[in-house]
């Protein structure tokens, strides 16, 4: 079984900056496809940055210049920078990791981590 361990959030004031970090446990899971979400309360989750196996990046127009997805594939974890925050970036953060475990590919998410900016 792979779990996802989300570590990072909390409580920052505006301007500061936070750094997300989701690490895959088991050794028979390579990550392809790892993914940042966020939701907000009322609001649906949306994609907030997401980094293929190739390094190809993605992010949503609201967080591009200010926040960082990066990978360590040695330790089988994504990383999201966050600098800049802004108020409405409070919201409770997912990760999403696709890939390979035994000849199938698999979707995980984290558990998820409060971050709240306060203005």
């Known amino acids: 079984q792979v779990q996802l361990v989300e570590s990072g959030g909390g409580l920052v004031q505006a301007g500061g900056s936070l750094r997300l970090s989701c690490a895959a446990s088991g050794s028979t899971f390579r990550i392809n496809l790892g993914g940042w979400y966020r939701q907000a309360p009322g609001k649906q989750r949306e994609l907030v940055a997401s980094?293929?196996?190739?390094?190809?990046?993605r992010y949503a127009d609201s967080v591009k210049g200010r926040f960082t997805i990066s990978r360590d594939n040695a330790k089988n974890t994504v990383y999201l920078q966050m600098d800049s925050l802004k108020p409405e970036d409070t919201a409770v953060y997912y990760c999403?990791?696709?890939?390979?475990?035994?000849?199938?590919?698999?979707?995980?998410w984290g558990q998820g981590t409060q971050v709240t900016v306060s203005s």
């Open positions: 999403n990791l696709e890939g390979i475990r035994l000849g199938i590919y698999r979707n995980y």
């Open positions: 980094i293929s196996s190739v390094d190809s990046i």
